[in-house]
């Protein structure tokens, strides 16, 4: 019998008892080992150790960064720099509430080359933000999302529209989404208005991020399909990291045994 590897995640956010999606990580994680057989190794990094952990290439070393809800986050610097190395080095990547929003800004500034784009959270006298104030808030908020089709997100829902719960102010300025589209992003779900909620990266392992949060589904007891689906690519990712390493490992002795 063949053993899924263990995966090594981490969760990127400034860690407190007051955010209810921080509280459900533990829940979420027994739930994925013992109904899914999907077992995640998670590792804390605070936003403000997460700038000088992406410099050492720490990320790199995971099968999957998380960027959790929680924003203003103590270090702005410190999520882009994380969501920067998921994307660039192919690590699978899951951005829910606040990490959706710094998903599309680290997009904007090293993809698009808008080196000024701003989250008015953060910013709030910017004068052309990528990250606006939402009209309604949606804190709170329970609504229908629909995805493309053919795209990770309608793939990983397992349906092209499903129910979500929302506890954000902020999201993206409509203004600025063509030109995230035209550089590759995926503007891959819309609530009913339209209104951009899921954005996705086409060429990429596992890059997904939701403006609504995953973690808040049920009583965290049954994860939610994006839950799962990312856990399965970090899995994945795990599993491709030891058959690499197995690889180097036999040729090395492979070329041991040549030379005697």
């Not at 997009?107 to 052309?128: F, L, S």
């Not at 089709?149 to 979500?164: D, I, K, N, Q, V």
């Amino acid at each position: 019998m063949t053993t899924a590897p263990i995966a090594r995640i981490a969760l990127v956010g400034d860690r407190s008892p007051h955010v209810k999606s921080h509280t459900r990580i533990p829940v979420l994680l027994d739930a994925l080992a013992s109904r899914d057989g999907l077992v995640l190794d998670a590792y804390w990094i605070p936003t403000g150790d997460a700038g000088a952990e992406a410099a050492a290439g720490t990320p790199a070393r995971f099968d999957a960064v998380w960027v959790l809800p929680g924003s203003p986050y103590a270090s702005e610097a410190g999520v882009l720099a994380a969501i920067r190395v998921a994307r660039e080095e192919g690590i699978p990547f899951l951005g829910t509430c606040g990490g959706f929003q710094h998903a599309l800004l680290e997009y904007a500034r090293t993809v698009c080359g808008q080196g000024d784009a701003a989250h008015a959270e953060n910013d709030p006298g910017a004068a052309d933000p990528v990250i606006t104030p939402l009209a309604c808030s949606l804190v709170g908020h329970e609504g229908l999302v629909r995805t493309e089709p053919g795209s990770l997100a309608e793939a990983a829902l397992g349906a092209e529209r499903s129910m979500e719960r929302y506890h954000c102010n902020y999201g993206p300025s409509p203004r600025h989404l063509p030109a995230l589209a035209a550089h590759g992003l995926r503007l891959s779900g819309h609530d009913e208005d339209g209104q951009v909620r899921i954005a996705e990266l086409p060429g990429h392992p596992f890059f997904l991020a939701t403006l609504f949060q995953p973690e808040l589904h049920g009583d965290g007891t049954r994860p939610h399909p994006i839950i799962r689906a990312f856990a399965a690519a970090a899995v994945a990712h795990a599993a491709r990291r030891t058959d690499s390493v197995s690889g180097r490992l036999a040729a090395t002795l492979a070329g041991s045994r040549s030379a005697g």
